[in-house]
């Protein structure tokens, strides 16, 4: 038996972040007890200096001390196994927003109709994915809404088939009727996931038609624009079907983070076969000859539909990485008088 530890040193317990609110967590602690707590100052600067606007994640491990009024101070943060992160939005579009950390799978949401799918936001969504190596899927939530629309019906017959055939599991769901709703607490089951999509789609509504004790909080798409009204505000980890999962905000694009242009393709799982064969080994497959992308596309073995949405993503960084990079050289204020394109 190990010492007691003497009475007045503080008690260190280790737990799970459940919630992030930016300034308070909650943890949910190994002997199960929820405990408000903060950080200490360090880590939130630590934070700074990787371009990270949160040190702390929903899904990250970590040791709290106990303090006297019964909060946590956390003192250590495991290494993360992996972490899904996209671009912050708005003026802090220079650092990494890690939405959770240390999941087994991602599910990018969608809706059919209010608001109908945007294929650009689940590829962006999947390649943030695969480049952190976690596995995806897509849910196609709003079944209901297909009704007597057989045009929309092929549309989405379409998408469906289109994802599955790269790899991507693909559920409709409707938290409306009930539809794959067991099919998808299958598949949270024993495992830690985290759903995330535009709002409106019904993330927080198909989780409470899994656990109708979550009473989590939802409201209606605006009849104007429809889009949804940001009513999850904060990451939440939850215990649902034998599993956990968190559910996120909506967010309105998905911003790729962190990626050099010519890695853009790596990401793409049907260019993998041909990626070694282009001329150039740093091809970015949109302009260069000899390039084996563009002959797969030509001979449809890749999708125009996913060709397209590679040069819409490349695009955005392109822009992103250059932003990045001056930003970069004004922050450290070694900028050269004369700015040199780097080398292709
Ligand atoms: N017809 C239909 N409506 C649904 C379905 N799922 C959700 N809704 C409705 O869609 C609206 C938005 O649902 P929420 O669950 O709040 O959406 P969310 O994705 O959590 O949105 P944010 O928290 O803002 O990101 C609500 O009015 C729900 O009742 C569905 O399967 N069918
Ligand atoms: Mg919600
Ligand atoms: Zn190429």
């Known amino acids: 038996m190990p010492d007691a530890p003497p009475d007045d ?52 491990r970590v040791t709290l001390q106990m303090q006297e009024d019964e909060t946590g101070l956390v003192t250590a943060i495991a290494p993360r196994e992996n972490q899904l992160s996209r671009r912050a939005a708005g003026h802090r579009a220079r650092s990494e927003h890690v939405i959770v950390a240390n999941v087994d799978r991602a599910w990018c949401v969608q809706s059919t109709f209010q608001p109908k799918l945007n294929p650009g936001f689940v590829d962006r969504m999947l390649i943030a994915a695969e480049a952190s190596h976690i596995p995806a899927g897509l849910i196609l939530n709003k079944s209901d809404l297909l009704e007597g629309k057989p045009r929309a019906q092929d549309a989405l017959a379409f998408w469906s088939e289109l994802y599955e055939g790269l790899g991507y599991p ?34 927080s509504s198909l989780l409470n038609a899994i656990e109708p004790d979550l009473g989590l909080r939802v409201s209606e798409v605006s009849e104007k624009t429809n889009k949804g009204r940001h009513t999850t505000t904060f990451a939440t980890l939850l215990e649902a079907a034998g599993g956990w999962v968190a559910d996120t905000p909506g967010i309105r694009e998905f911003g790729i983070w962190g990626m050099a242009p010519e890695e853009l393709g790596g990401y793409f799982v049907e260019f993998r076969p041909f990626l070694g064969e282009c001329r150039y080994p740093n091809c970015t ?20 539909e996913r060709y397209g949405s590679y040069l819409n993503i490349l695009e955005s960084v392109r822009k992103e990485y250059r932003a990045d990079e001056e930003a970069d050289w004004r922050r450290r204020d070694v900028r050269p008088d004369v700015w040199e394109e780097p080398e292709e």
């Open 9 to 60: 040193s503080p008690r260190e317990i280790t737990g799970l972040v459940t919630r992030s609110t930016g300034s308070w967590y909650d943890v949910r602690t190994d002997s199960g007890e929820d405990v408000r707590a903060r950080i200490r100052g360090k880590f939130r600067l630590e934070a700074e200096t990787i371009d990270e606007t949160n040190p702390l994640a929903v899904g990250d």
């Open 285 to 304: 497959h949109d302009h260069e000859p000899g390039c084996a992308i563009q002959d797969a596309v030509d001979e449809e073995s890749i999708t125009p």
């Open 170 to 203: 693909v559920l409709f769901t409707s938290a409306e009727t009930g539809e794959g709703v067991e099919a998808f607490r299958q598949r949270l089951a024993g495992a830690v996931s985290v759903v995330s999509g535009p709002s409106g789609v019904g993330k």
